[in-house]
C-alpha cells in the first residue's frame, strides 16, 4: 500500500488515503542528487554507508538533498559477491571517471550533482533556481512525470526513476568485510531512464532486480538530466511504504 510521506519533508505530497495517487513535487530551488559507489567487498564502505543512513534522519532529506547508493561488482574479485550489485552501476560510475578525465574508480565514492564529492557532508541548500519536477506515482506502479525547467528554450530532456531499498541485512561470508552483517539503506534496487517529450513521460516504477533486495522500507528517487548527459538539473524523492 503506497502511503503520503509528511508535508514537514518539504516535498508536495497528495493522497494519504488507501489506493489514492502519491504525488511527489520538488520546490523550483535545485535539489540536489547525493550519489554513494559502494560495496560490501570493500572494507572501507561500511562507515560511508553509516553516514549515509543518517540521512534518514535529516530535516532537509528529500526537500534540499535526494540521496542514492549503487553498489559496485568490481571487489566481487575478492570472494564475495554482493548481492546488491549490479553491472550497470559499475559503468555508471565508469562513466562519471570519464568525464572527469580520471583512469580509475573507488569506493566509497560520493558524487553531488554529477561532480566529485571528496568529503562527507550534508549538501546545503541551493541558490539557483532549477524548475519543478513533478511526479505522479499510481497504485499499480504506473507513473506520470512533468518537468518545468525555470529557463526556457528549446531543450530535451531525460528522466531517471528509481526504487530505492532500506533496511538490507545481509551477512558477509567472504572479502573484507567476511563475518560482519552489514545493513543498506537508500539502496538504488531499479532504475527506468525515459525520454521526456515537451518535459513529460510516463513509465513504471521499475522492479527490483537483485535477488536479495527484500527491503523493509521503499522509497523513490527521480532526477532530470540534458538529454544524453548524466548531471541532473533537478531531482524529488519521497517514501513509497
Same mark, same amino acid.
Request: charged share 20%; proline share 5%.
Given at each position: 500500500?503506497?502511503?503520503?510521506? %509528511?508535508? =514537514?519533508? #518539504?516535498?508536495?505530497?497528495?493522497? =494519504?488515503?488507501?489506493?489514492?495517487?502519491?504525488?511527489?513535487?520538488?520546490?523550483?530551488?535545485?535539489? &540536489?542528487?547525493?550519489?554513494?559507489?559502494?560495496?560490501? #567487498?570493500?572494507?572501507?564502505? $561500511?562507515?560511508?554507508?553509516?553516514?549515509?543512513?543518517?540521512?534518514?534522519?535529516?530535516?532537509?532529506?528529500?526537500?534540499?538533498?535526494?540521496?542514492?547508493?549503487? &553498489?559496485?561488482?568490481?571487489?566481487? *574479485?575478492?570472494?564475495?559477491?554482493? $548481492?546488491? =550489485?549490479?553491472?550497470?552501476?559499475?559503468?555508471?560510475? !565508469?562513466?562519471?571517471?570519464?568525464?572527469?578525465?580520471? /583512469?580509475? @574508480? !573507488?569506493?566509497?565514492?560520493? @558524487?553531488?550533482? #554529477?561532480?566529485?564529492? *571528496?568529503?562527507? *557532508?550534508? $549538501?546545503?541548500?541551493?541558490?539557483?533556481?532549477?524548475?519543478?519536477?513533478?511526479? +505522479?506515482?499510481?497504485?499499480?506502479?504506473?507513473? +506520470?512525470? &512533468?518537468?518545468?525547467? =525555470?529557463?526556457? /528554450?528549446?531543450?530535451?530532456?531525460?528522466? &531517471?526513476?528509481?526504487?530505492?531499498?532500506?533496511?538490507?541485512?545481509?551477512?558477509?561470508?567472504?572479502?573484507?568485510?567476511?563475518?560482519?552483517k552489514l545493513r543498506h539503506d537508500f539502496v538504488v534496487l531499479g532504475l527506468t531512464n525515459e525520454s521526456m517529450n515537451a518535459g513529460a513521460?510516463?513509465?513504471?516504477?521499475?522492479?527490483?532486480?537483485?535477488?536479495?533486495?527484500?527491503?523493509?522500507?521503499?522509497?523513490?528517487?527521480?532526477?532530470?538530466?540534458?538529454? #544524453?548527459?548524466?548531471?541532473?538539473?533537478? %531531482?524529488?524523492?519521497?517514501?513509497?511504504?
Amino acid at each position: 500500500m503506497i502511503k503520503a510521506v %509528511a508535508f =514537514a519533508l #518539504g516535498i508536495f505530497v497528495c493522497g =494519504a488515503a488507501a489506493g489514492a495517487d502519491l504525488v511527489l513535487e520538488s520546490q523550483p530551488a535545485r535539489t &540536489h542528487l547525493l550519489e554513494l559507489y559502494t560495496s560490501e #567487498g570493500c572494507s572501507s564502505c $561500511p562507515p560511508a554507508e553509516a553516514w549515509l543512513s543518517q540521512l534518514k534522519s535529516e530535516p532537509q532529506l528529500w526537500r534540499n538533498f535526494v540521496p542514492i547508493a549503487f &553498489h559496485v561488482d568490481y571487489w566481487d *574479485r575478492l570472494g564475495w559477491r554482493d $548481492p546488491l =550489485a549490479a553491472k550497470q552501476w559499475t559503468a555508471r560510475q !565508469y562513466a562519471y571517471s570519464a568525464r572527469w578525465g580520471s /583512469g580509475s @574508480v !573507488y569506493t566509497p565514492g560520493f @558524487v553531488l550533482d #554529477g561532480r566529485e564529492l *571528496r568529503d562527507r *557532508r550534508v $549538501p546545503a541548500s541551493a541558490g539557483e533556481s532549477a524548475g519543478v519536477l513533478k511526479l +505522479t506515482v499510481r497504485e499499480n506502479g504506473a507513473i +506520470t512525470a &512533468h518537468f518545468s525547467p =525555470a529557463t526556457g /528554450g528549446a531543450r530535451s530532456f531525460d528522466l &531517471h526513476v528509481a526504487r530505492l531499498g532500506f533496511g538490507l541485512n545481509i551477512d558477509v561470508k567472504a572479502g573484507e568485510n567476511s563475518g560482519r552483517k552489514l545493513r543498506h539503506d537508500f539502496v538504488v534496487l531499479g532504475l527506468t531512464n525515459e525520454s521526456m517529450n515537451a518535459g513529460a513521460a510516463e513509465l513504471r516504477l521499475p522492479e527490483p532486480t537483485q535477488p536479495a533486495a527484500t527491503s523493509a522500507r521503499g522509497a523513490i528517487a527521480a532526477w532530470v538530466t540534458e538529454a #544524453g548527459q548524466m548531471e541532473p538539473l533537478q %531531482a524529488v524523492g519521497g517514501w513509497l511504504r
